[in-house]
């Protein structure tokens, strides 16, 4: 049986489900100390760190080049940028992960929805698509 690899489909329907969330909340990542060899990330509203499930397979990378690719989360650098969408366990909310760069800066952010319906058909068809493609 010959399996079809439907990644670039279903990252793609993720994309346009999250444009649909409306504007994009971006708020850099705070560190602190690392509970053994893990840097704990600290949400704002969830300082105990709620649980993070990243979903790397559905990460894209956004090349810069000179056209200035703001990527599905507005991305407001002008470098390249990569974005890695994520739920979080306990408050079910849907998050991006950027890494961008510009000019020898590099910016680690966060990136919510707080507009978005949470308990809307397409917000819960996001976070069921982000589980059913997370690595376990």
């Known amino acids: ?21 409306g504007k994009p909340s971006r708020r850099p990542i705070p560190y602190r100390n690392p509970a053994g060899s893990t840097v704990m990330i600290p949400m704002p509203d969830n300082p105990e760190n709620d649980e993070i499930h990243p979903v790397f397979v559905l990460s ?3 090349r810069s080049r ?4 703001r990527g599905y989360t507005e991305n407001p650098y002008r470098g390249d940028h990569i974005s890695i969408p994520a739920y979080l366990g306990f408050s079910q909310e849907i998050a991006i992960f950027e890494t961008s760069f510009h000019k020898g800066q590099a910016f680690i952010e966060v990136v919510t929805f707080p507009e978005a319906d949470r308990d809307s058909a397409l917000y819960k068809a996001a976070l069921n698509l982000l589980d059913a493609e997370e690595t376990r």
């Open 1 to 21: 049986m010959t399996t079809v690899d439907r990644t670039e489909l279903i990252r793609s329907a993720f994309e346009a489900m999250v444009r649909e969330f």
């Open 60 to 62: 894209r990378h956004f």
């Open 66 to 69: 000179d056209d200035y690719e």
